[in-house]
């Protein structure tokens, strides 16, 4: 039977339909029917390309896919829904059989696959950045402490006392140098502690930190689901995560905090068949950070998680690339959207429940 034959494709977050090389729909996953909006008993035996506002040149394409079965062939569509929404999707065609007169139809947002790209190029530049920031910070060590060093002795040897004054800060530039350097090697020398943790406790250690730095003007919203069960992650490297979002959000609103009218929301939820960096999930953490600040300028938005890079003035630019750093440990994505009014740093995480044994 063709439902238990294809049933393994009711695992994949992508939407699949089975059809045959006349386009007649034989089967359809739980995705599929997810992003049609329909269920399947009422496309199944009929035609797939009525499904698209271009139904002429589906059928022209489900035919060319039939005369060369071992390629595969993608192209743009138009959905339409029984709602009469509709959407451009991503339609990959392939046969799994030559012999068989059967077509697997992949069907991919435009959205979906957007994100896809991005998150394969943060992933990409997040490496690049890691390599960089660790080669980077061992050169600067090395001669840093040489001149440190330097300048110790000559203060030493310097004949009058006011001359110190040009030592010293040798001296202090060079340890706040060395500052900056331990916090760029910091997640690479830590060790990653894992074990069963509830994000809710992050969420409220984050809380209690920040409203002790901004003690007036500044309210901090909980919106919790208290359903999402503890999972397997680093405490103190998740706590350290939040609260450099957090905290970054806290200062971008500096103006709205003297005026009394700043806001910060945490928002946790979860959300089942989700994939990050290429990876399936069954289940994942969806944690918002939402401030009702001035937003980020757009020219920088799209570096925002690079080293060095900071929208405020007098910021390392290095709390965000940690956060993400972290985040990245525990397998997940840290992404953020903005506009004036309303800038939202969104952290997915894979819900491990236990180490997998052997």
Do not use: W
């Given at each position: ?134 080669n980077l910070a061992h050169e600067i060590k090395n001669p840093l402490g040489g001149i440190r060093g330097a300048a110790q002795l000559l203060e030493i040897e310097l004949p009058s006392p006011d001359l110190k004054e040009y030592t010293q800060v040798i001296i202090k530039e ?53 359903s999402i069960p503890e999972f397997m992650g680093d405490l103190e490297q998740l706590i350290q995560a939040v609260l450099n979002v957090v905290r970054n959000a806290a200062q971008a609103l500096s103006g709205h905090i003297a005026d009394g009218t700043a806001e910060i929301i ?93």
């Amino acid at each position: 039977m063709i439902k238990e034959r294809f049933q393994g494709l009711e695992l994949l977050a992508t939407a699949v339909v089975v059809s045959d090389f006349q386009g007649t729909v034989l089967f359809a996953n739980l995705a599929a029917e997810s992003l049609l909006e329909v269920s399947r008993r009422s496309v199944d035996g009929h035609s797939m390309a009525a499904l698209f506002v271009e139904a002429g040149q589906f059928g022209e394409f489900l035919a060319k896919a039939a005369k060369d079965p071992f390629g595969i062939k993608r192209q743009v569509f138009e959905l339409v829904r029984p709602n009469g929404s509709s959407e451009h999707v991503h339609v990959t065609l392939s046969c799994p059989d030559a012999n068989e007169n059967i077509t697997l139809i992949e069907l991919r947002e435009i959205e979906q696959q957007l994100k896809i790209d991005r998150e394969a190029r943060m992933l990409d530049q997040s490496i690049a950045n890691k390599e960089l920031i660790r080669n980077l910070a061992h050169e600067i060590k090395n001669p840093l402490g040489g001149i440190r060093g330097a300048a110790q002795l000559l203060e030493i040897e310097l004949p009058s006392p006011d001359l110190k004054e040009y030592t010293q800060v040798i001296i202090k530039e060079s340890d706040r140098l060395q500052t900056l350097v331990d916090r760029l090697l910091a997640p690479h020398r830590r060790p990653h502690i894992v074990a069963l943790m509830n994000i809710h406790e992050v969420c409220e250690r984050v809380r209690s930190v920040i409203l002790a730095e901004h003690r007036k003007g500044l309210r901090i919203v909980r919106d919790y689901d208290i359903s999402i069960p503890e999972f397997m992650g680093d405490l103190e490297q998740l706590i350290q995560a939040v609260l450099n979002v957090v905290r970054n959000a806290a200062q971008a609103l500096s103006g709205h905090i003297a005026d009394g009218t700043a806001e910060i929301i945490l928002r946790t939820r979860v959300v089942r068949r989700v994939t990050i960096n290429r990876k399936q999930h069954k289940l994942a953490l969806d944690l918002q950070v939402v401030d009702n600040g001035p937003g980020i300028p757009a020219d920088i938005l799209e570096r925002i998680f690079f080293p060095l890079v900071s929208g405020r003035e007098g910021g390392s630019g290095l709390g965000l690339t940690l956060a993400q750093t972290f985040v990245q440990q525990h397998e997940g994505i840290i992404e953020c959207s903005s506009q004036p009014g309303r800038t939202i740093f969104k952290i997915t995480l894979p819900i491990q429940l236990e180490e997998h044994s052997g």
